[in-house]
């Protein structure tokens, strides 16, 4: 990795004063946290989640509260912006999910912008950012007490929606976001709304341990042994303890911040197709931070289904929104300069493989090279393992090439060992029959402005 001067950035000068951290703490973190970079292939092996000293859990504060597939561990964010940023610098992420980059800029003082194809973009960031609502004992009790006396119903527009729930829960369901949806207190319509989802999907015969919208056995029975005994008191016992759980989160993150008095700017675009959004832009920003979509074995869309009917989104908008999703949408095709992505697309016998690869890779690098020229600073990427046919995907070399050649430098690919996901991994690739370094890892991809 560059040493000294070289960590700050080029197009504008940090004064000491500026920096982010003290600068004392700096040289500390820079003993743990700066890695040796191969010079030929400039990557270097790092655990975000012990370099990064600031958020103490993958989980902690409000980058618990909702499980996002495939989301951003905060302490990748906050090592970027720890060691490549200066105070008024501005963040884009186009593929921002959960909204991961945005709290963690705020957290620092540097404003943002997060755009998104799923709408829940925009109310867990909301719900995220608002400072703890006081509530006591009694007010949370109040709380529950109107929820269960409500009689306005609320159905979802979904034909499909009583295939997902028994029908006495659907009832009541019907019943407490009746309530929900006509709360005027946009306070405690934010608090309720991820402990309202939570609770749905647990009395739903969603399969939470599959990546998809799943019934399965498992779950069936897990509803099957929560409808045991009084049940709708034991679901707003529930309930009440997960509007407990975001209070508590909401404190968690305000404990973070270290913005310095900063004020914060930050624009959300949820429900955008970002491959649209990026045709015409017209603003300018410091640094693009994002996890693009998996390769394959995620539709983020179709797994939030439950969450955006119930929270009112229609059959049509969500099948609009899925339509959009990448890597399954036709593309438009640009000029992809990565010798490695046209070794791999000849290489790929199956026709249905060989779209996905071509429609993955065309869309990404479309909507990020659009990008790249509102982008004064750095570009930081972040890419999960893929395989095709048991294969590792060099996804991070594919765009290191691709940048390269449009004049980009390549600072540094960090890579960081996955401990979480232990899905992804095997000892040995079975079509070589040699050990599969690569479907362990995660990796930052960092380019610089050339
Ligand atoms: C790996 S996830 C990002 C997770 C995020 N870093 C976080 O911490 O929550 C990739 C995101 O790309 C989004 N996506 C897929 N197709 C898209 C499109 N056409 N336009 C914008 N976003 C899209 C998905 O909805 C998903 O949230």
């Known amino acids: 990795m560059n040493e000294g001067k070289q960590w700050v950035k080029r197009t504008r000068t940090v004064t000491p004063s500026q920096r982010l951290l003290p600068l004392w703490e700096e040289n500390q973190l820079a003993q743990v946290s700066r890695p040796r970079v191969d010079l030929e292939t400039k990557e270097a092996k790092i655990l975000f989640r012990q370099v990064s000293q600031h958020i103490p859990s993958t989980t902690y504060g409000v980058f618990g509260l909702y499980r996002y597939p495939a989301k951003f561990i905060p302490q990748v964010v906050d090592y970027i912006i720890e060691h490549y940023a200066s105070p008024d610098d501005v963040v884009i992420d186009p593929f921002a999910g959960s909204g991961t980059t945005g709290l963690v800029a705020r957290l620092h003082g540097l404003s943002y912008e997060l755009w998104d194809l799923n709408p829940l973009l925009e109310v867990l960031h909301r719900v995220s950012i ?27 527009a979904w034909s499909n929606i009583s295939y997902w729930f028994p029908p006495e829960v659907l009832q009541l369901l019907e019943r407490v976001f009746g309530w929900f949806h006509r709360l005027e207190n946009e306070t405690i319509k934010l608090l309720c709304t991820v402990p309202l989802l939570k609770t749905m999907r647990l009395f739903s015969f969603n399969d939470p341990q599959r990546q998809k919208l799943c019934r399965s056995p498992r779950s069936m029975s897990r509803v099957a042994s929560l409808m045991q005994g009084d049940w709708r008191e034991h679901f707003f016992a529930l309930l009440k303890k997960e509007i407990e ?30 491959l649209d959004v990026s045709k015409d832009v017209h603003s300018e920003w410091d640094l693009l931070i994002t996890s693009p979509p998996y390769l394959q074995a995620q539709e983020y869309i179709r797994a939030s289904k439950l969450d955006l009917f119930w929270l009112g989104y229609t059959e049509e908008e969500v099948r609009r929104l899925a339509s959009m999703e990448i890597p399954y949408r036709p593309v438009p095709q640009i000029e992809i300069h990565s010798p490695t992505y046209h070794r791999w697309h000849q290489e790929i016998r199956e026709k249905r493989l060989r779209l996905m690869f071509e429609r993955y890779f ?10 790249a020229s509102c982008v004064r600073s750095r570009m930081f990427l972040f890419v999960g393992p893929a395989k095709i046919r048991a294969n590792p995907v060099p996804i991070d070399r594919i765009f290191v090439e691709h940048f390269t ?3 980009w430098e390549h600072e540094a690919t960090l ?36």
Do not use: W
């Not at 400072?131 to 006396?149: G, H, Q």
């Not at 060992?417 to 991994?425: D, P």
């Open 415 to 450: 890579v960081d060992t996955i401990i979480a996901r232990v899905l992804f991994r095997t000892q040995t690739n079975p079509a070589t029959g040699l050990e599969d370094h690569r479907m362990h890892a995660e990796h930052l991809v960092i380019l610089r402005r050339g």
């Open 405 to 407: 050649h449009l004049g």
């Open 245 to 274: 759980v975001v209070l508590k989160k909401l404190s968690e993150y305000q404990t973070l911040m270290n913005n310095g008095g900063r004020e914060v700017h930050a624009i959300i675009r949820a429900g955008v197709d970002a």
């Open 362 to 371: 065309h869309s990404v690098l479309s909507i990020l090279t659009n990008l």
């Open 130 to 156: 608002m400072p703890p609502p006081r509530l006591s004992t009694s007010d949370l009790e109040n709380l529950i007490r109107e929820m269960r006396s409500c009689r306005h119903r609320f159905s979802p």
